[in-house]
Nanobody, 121 residues
Framework: QVQLVESGGGLVQPGGSLRLSCAAS????????MGWYRQTPAKERELVAT???????NYADSTKGRFTISRDNAKNTVYLQMNSLKPEDTAVYYC???????????????WGQGTQVTVSS
């Protein structure tokens, strides 16, 4: 009964920017840590950035300070602002969230459907 819906992917030229969004909906009691991961056919899924409920962030070294993760707890939404994009950033980006489901008193890990980011001229 909980879904994560991603949006914002697309094709962008090197040096350009994209903003990804991921909104959780359903029977949500609360959300814990949320994050972004990416995957290519040649690599396993890897962490891009995470953010706790309190706003503490963690970034992969590969972002080189170019990406910014943020969240809106009232909207159960996490964002990823990507600037100075490089071809090597090309991947499918997945949203992940730890969600406490209402009534169950249980926490589960949910994944978004993935959104393609392609950086190419």
């Amino acid at each position: 009964q909980v879904q994560l819906v991603e949006s914002g992917g697309g094709l962008v030229q090197p040096g350009g920017s994209l903003r990804l969004s991921c909104a959780a909906s359903g029977s949500i009691l609360s959300t814990g840590t949320m994050g972004w991961y990416r995957q290519t056919p040649a690599k396993e899924r890897e962490l891009v950035a995470t953010i706790t409920n309190g706003g503490s962030t963690n970034y992969a070294d590969s972002t080189k300070g170019r990406f910014t993760i943020s969240r809106d707890n009232a909207k159960n939404t996490v964002y990823l602002q990507m600037n100075s994009l490089k071809p090597e950033d090309t991947a499918v980006y997945y949203c992940k969230a730890i969600v406490a489901v209402a009534s169950t008193n249980n926490k589960y890990v949910y994944w978004g459907q993935g959104t393609q980011v392609t950086v190419s001229s």
